[in-house]
C-alpha cells in the first residue's frame, strides 16, 4: 500500500515539474489592430485617440479680396458675361448675330463698322452703334416689315470689343478686360487675381481720358477693404486704365 501511494505521488511530482510556462494568447487571426479614426492621433502612452484637431476652432489668418482671387498656375479666364439686351449699350468692333425666323436670307453675323453701322441682306445700311441689342431689334423689324409679315427677330451679342478697361503692374493678371456690365475698381483688381508681394496698393492710379482731358484718380486699396472712403471705389469707363505700381 505504502508502495503504490508512493509512486503515485512521485508521477505528479514528474509531470508538475514538466510542464512548460504557458504562451501567451494571441489575437484573433484576420482582425487587424483598431486604427485611429481620421482626424485623431493614438496616444503612445496608453493607446487612447487624442481628440481631433478643430481647424475652425484654432482660427484661421483673414485675407483681403484680392490674394483670395490670386490664380492657381494654368487656371483659365472666364468667358464674357452675357449682355443685358435692354441696357447694354452697342459699339465699334462689337460682333453681333442678326437671326430672323424661316427667313434666312436676313440671318447673319456682323462686326460693328467704326461708322457704327452693319450690312443686312436686302436692306442695306443699319445704323448699330449707341442702340441696345432690343432698340436695334425693333429696327430692324420695322426695316424687315417690307418683306416679311409680322418678322420674328432676334439680335444676340457675340463679342463685346467696343468697352474694354486695363490694368497694368503689379497684380497677378494685367491685360485687357472686357467692360460687359457695371464693375468698380476693387471688383476689377479681384478680378485680375489680386497683387504681386511689393505691389504699392495704398497708390493705385486711374488713368481716364475724358472730354479731351486726362485725369488721374487715386484709389487706396488698404483704406476701401476696411471701409473707409469708398467713395473712390468708383465706376469704371471705357478706355481706363488702371495702374498698380
Known amino acids: 500500500m505504502r508502495t503504490r501511494l508512493s509512486w503515485a505521488l512521485f508521477a505528479i511530482l514528474v509531470a508538475h515539474l514538466g510542464a512548460g510556462p504557458q504562451d501567451a494568447p494571441k489575437p484573433p487571426s484576420g482582425k487587424p489592430a483598431p486604427k485611429a479614426a481620421e482626424g485623431q492621433v493614438a496616444d503612445s502612452k496608453d493607446g487612447k485617440e487624442a481628440p481631433a484637431i478643430d481647424s475652425a476652432a484654432a482660427g484661421t489668418p483673414k485675407t483681403d479680396p484680392a490674394r483670395m482671387a490670386a490664380p492657381k498656375a494654368g487656371s483659365p479666364r472666364k468667358a464674357n458675361a452675357a449682355v443685358d ?25 456682323h462686326l460693328i463698322r467704326p461708322d457704327g453701322r452693319i450690312t443686312v441682306n436686302l436692306i442695306g445700311e443699319v445704323e448699330a452703334a449707341g442702340l441696345t441689342p432690343e ?50 475698381i476693387l471688383e476689377a483688381l479681384v478680378n485680375a487675381g489680386g497683387f504681386r508681394d511689393f505691389a504699392k496698393t495704398k497708390d493705385i492710379v486711374v488713368i481716364r481720358e475724358e472730354a479731351g482731358a486726362t485725369q488721374r484718380l487715386h484709389f487706396n486699396y488698404k483704406d476701401v477693404i476696411k471701409g473707409k472712403h469708398l467713395e473712390q471705389n468708383i465706376y469704371l469707363k471705357p478706355g481706363d486704365i488702371i495702374v498698380v505700381r
Open 85 to 109: 439686351d435692354k441696357s447694354y449699350v452697342l459699339g465699334a468692333e462689337d460682333q453681333i448675330g442678326v437671326m430672323v425666323n424661316n427667313s434666312q436670307e436676313f440671318n447673319g453675323t
Open 135 to 184: 432698340e436695334l431689334t425693333e429696327s430692324l423689324k420695322e426695316k424687315i416689315k417690307k418683306y416679311v409679315l409680322d418678322p420674328d427677330v432676334t439680335v444676340s451679342v457675340l463679342s463685346i470689343n467696343s468697352k474694354r478697361f486695363f490694368i497694368q503692374g503689379e497684380v497677378n493678371r494685367p491685360g485687357e478686360y472686357k467692360l460687359v456690365v457695371p464693375t468698380k
